[in-house]
C-alpha cells in the first residue's frame, strides 16, 4: 500500500450555537485541519486535529504536513505506521523546531490518517482492526450544555434537557469566573435542577490559581463533583498535585499534555486521577495508545478529550479497558460519512471501515479553506 499523494485540508465548521466562550476561549467554528493520504491501490486516509478555526496558525499545521511531512511519505508502505511515526517524529531537522505544538498537531493529523487506511484495507472499523470491543458500554457526558457563556437560567435548563430528553447520565459544567462564587453558585443550581443521581464534571480550562482552587473545592466539595478538569494552569505539575491532596474532588487533565512524557510525569507526581489525553494533541493514534496504556498500567482510568469531537476516540474507548466514559460535543458529527452517534447516554458503536474521519464531499465544497 505505497503512499503517492499527501494532501493538507484545511475546513471551519460552524458550531451548533453562534458563539460559545469558557474561561479562556471564545469561538464560532471548529477547524478540522489535516490530511488526505492516497494510496496505489485507490485507497484515501483521512487525518485531522482541532483547532479553534484561526486561518494563520490553521496554514502553519498544513504547511508542516505538505512542506516538511509529505516528503518523507511519499513512496513509503502506508502499513509500516510505527516506522513512520518515528521516522517523522524523531527526523533531526524537525524534532529540532518542535516536540510539541504545530508539529505534534501535523503528525497527529498524518498519523490517524495511517491508521485509517489499515483499517479500510482490512474493511473493519478501527476498533475491530485494534482487536475487538473491550467494553460493553460507553457513557457520554454532555458538555455542550455547560459552557460559561451560557446564563445561568440556559445553563440549568440545557442541563435539565439532556438529563430528562435527551437521557444523558452525565454532564460538564464550566468553571472560572473572576469571582468562584459565581460558579458556586451556578453550580448547585445545577445540581437541585438535575438531583443527585446524574454525575457532574467541572472544568476550569486552566484558570486560576492554587489558591482560587483550593478555596474553590472546598465549597464545591458538598456538590457531588465527579472531576475537576483542568483547575490550574496546564504545565504546573506540583500545584496539580498539591491541588490533588488537598481535596476530594478528584483530578482530571491532558487535553494541553503532547508527549507520553508529559503524561508521565503528572502520573509520577499523583497529579491527575482521571487520564484525558487526546489524539489531536499527542501524536496520533500510535502514541494514544501508549499513554492510555500507562494511565491502564497506573489502574486509572482514560477518559479522553474530544478534540476531534469523538470520530476518533469513540473507537479506541471502545477498544481500550481503561475507557467507559467519553466527551459528547456535536459540532461536527454531520460532517462526516459516518458520524458520532449517542441514544440514551451511550455511544453507539460504529460499523464502517475505518477510523470515523472520512469528511463529506459536500462539506468540503462548503467549508474548505485556501492553504
Known sequence: MKIVAVEPFILHL????????????SITHWGVVGTRIRTDNGLEGYGFTGTH?????????????????????IGEDANDRSRLWTKLARSPALQWVGRAGITHLALAAVDVALWDLAAKQAGLPLWKFLGGQGVKALEAYNTDIGWLSFSRENLISGAKKAVEVDGFTRIKVKVGHDDPNVDIDRLAAVRKAIGPGVRMAIDGNGKWD??????????????DIFWFEEPLWYDDVAGHAALARSTSIPIALGEQLYTLDAFKTFLAAGALTYVQ?????L???????????????????????????????????????ASTILEYIPWIKDHFQEPIRVEGGLYALPQQPGAGTTPLAASFERFGKRL
Do not use: K, N
Not at 14 to 25: G, R
Not at 57 to 64: A, G, N, Q, V
Not at 277 to 281: A, G, H, I, K, L
Open 283 to 321: 501524536a496520533g493514534i500510535t502514541e494514544y495508545i501508549q499513554v492510555a496504556d500507562l494511565a491502564h498500567a497506573h489502574r486509572l482510568p482514560v477518559v479522553p478529550h474530544a478534540g476531534e469531537m469523538s470520530q476518533v476516540h469513540v473507537h479506541l474507548s471502545y477498544w481500550h479497558p
Open 14 to 25: 460552524p458550531l451548533t450555537q453562534s458563539s460559545i466562550s469558557d474561561s479562556t476561549h
Open 53 to 73: 478555526a484561526h486561518i494563520a496558525s490553521d496554514r502553519l499545521i498544513t504547511s508542516c504536513i505538505g512542506t516538511s511531512y509529505a516528503p518523507l511519505l
Open 277 to 281: 489525553p487526546d489524539v489531536t494533541r
Open 210 to 223: 492554587l489558591p482560587t482552587c483550593m478555596r474553590f473545592c472546598a465549597q464545591a466539595e458538598p456538590l
